[in-house]
């Protein structure tokens, strides 16, 4: 097929502006850096400092919920084995054979919360690294 006739010559690049030097290496040179977003674009030593807290605090936001989502998780399985153990009246029960019907429904209300724990850390980690 013969493309000789379409005029591409109207597209450009425009080469006004900032652009982004994204190394991902370790490299001491901050010309034109950006971070994360073309938006968070690095000027100067005073940006790459405020630059260099706000990627701390978002790591730190980071941990928190890990750590949430750890806690989360501890106390719903002592709630599960609680409720496992003990029957109606709060006396211990061992069988085997009981279904533990409380457990499982407590375990399908506590699915849904962990999933989106799950899902804002995974959202997170994509963001910071």
């Excluded at 370790?26 to 000027?43: G, K, N």
């Excluded at 701390?56 to 989360?72: K, N």
């Excluded at 009981?98 to 962990?114: D, L, N, T």
């Amino acid at each position: 097929m013969d493309h000789g006739h379409m005029d591409h010559g109207g597209m450009h690049m425009p080469s006004d502006g900032p652009k982004c030097n994204m190394n991902m290496l370790f490299t001491w040179d901050t010309t034109d850096l950006c971070i994360i977003f073309p938006q968070w674009h690095i000027y100067s030593t005073f940006s790459l400092l405020i630059s260099l807290v706000g990627v701390i605090v978002l790591t730190a936001g980071y941990e928190f919920v890990r750590e949430m989502s750890r806690r989360y998780e501890a106390s719903s399985a002592e709630y599960a084995n609680k409720l496992a153990n003990e029957d109606d009246d709060g006396r211990e029960r061992r069988s085997l054979l009981w279904s533990g019907k409380s457990a499982g429904e407590a375990e399908k209300r506590q699915k849904p919360i962990k999933a989106a724990f799950y899902a804002v850390q995974v959202f997170y980690s994509f963001f910071i690294m």
